[in-house]
């Protein structure tokens, strides 16, 4: 795939996610969680999160939302820089981060806050939102595509 298509996969998959994740959040907010019933997996809150994950930096909404945007240049000229490398995969994954970031930087211009609302009721776990799930599964994945690929490298080099 070019680059320019890359680049082109890269912000359609952005605006995907990006739309799924405002669209299921007002969804789950507005609709479901009042009709949810409850079970021992999980269970659907409201909690206004005016801090980072596990409420850390509570009340730092400047820094945050600072933060937010200086992590997203970083990825997008890092993305930018470096999107021949990558495969359709990676580019997805990319995409995925990039969203929950812009999300929750979102959430936290429009609201002051961000809004979580899954709670996990057979461990002991902070409450989160869709763009905290898109956030650790694309770290996740990323950094396994970033281990197969060294993995791979270091098995040519010693071929």
């Known amino acids: 795939m070019s680059r320019i298509n890359k680049i082109i996969y890269l912000i359609i ?6 739309v799924c994740d405002l669209y299921l959040s007002n969804h789950i907010l ?11 997996i999980i269970d659907l809150i409201y909690v206004q999160n005016t801090g980072a994950a596990f409420s ?3 009340n730092s909404q400047i820094f945050l939302i600072v933060f937010s945007i ?5 990825l997008l000229i890092y993305i930018y820089r470096n999107i ?3 495969s359709t995969f990676a580019c997805l ?16 211009i429009c609201f002051g806050y ?9 461990i002991e776990f902070p409450v989160f939102n869709i763009s905290d799930i898109f956030i650790n599964i694309s770290v996740l994945a990323i950094i396994v595509i970033i281990l197969k690929n060294k993995y791979l490298k270091n098995n040519e080099t010693n071929s």
């Open 13 to 18: 998959s952005f605006v995907f996610f990006s």
């Open 30 to 40: 507005e609709n479901v969680r009042f009709n949810f019933a409850p079970n021992p």
């Open 56 to 58: 850390i930096l509570e």
């Open 70 to 74: 200086i992590a997203m240049a970083i």
């Open 84 to 86: 021949e490398k990558f």
């Open 93 to 108: 994954w990319f995409a995925m981060l990039v969203s929950g970031i812009f999300c929750n930087l979102y959430e936290r």
């Open 114 to 122: 961000v809004r979580d609302f899954f709670k996990f009721n057979f």
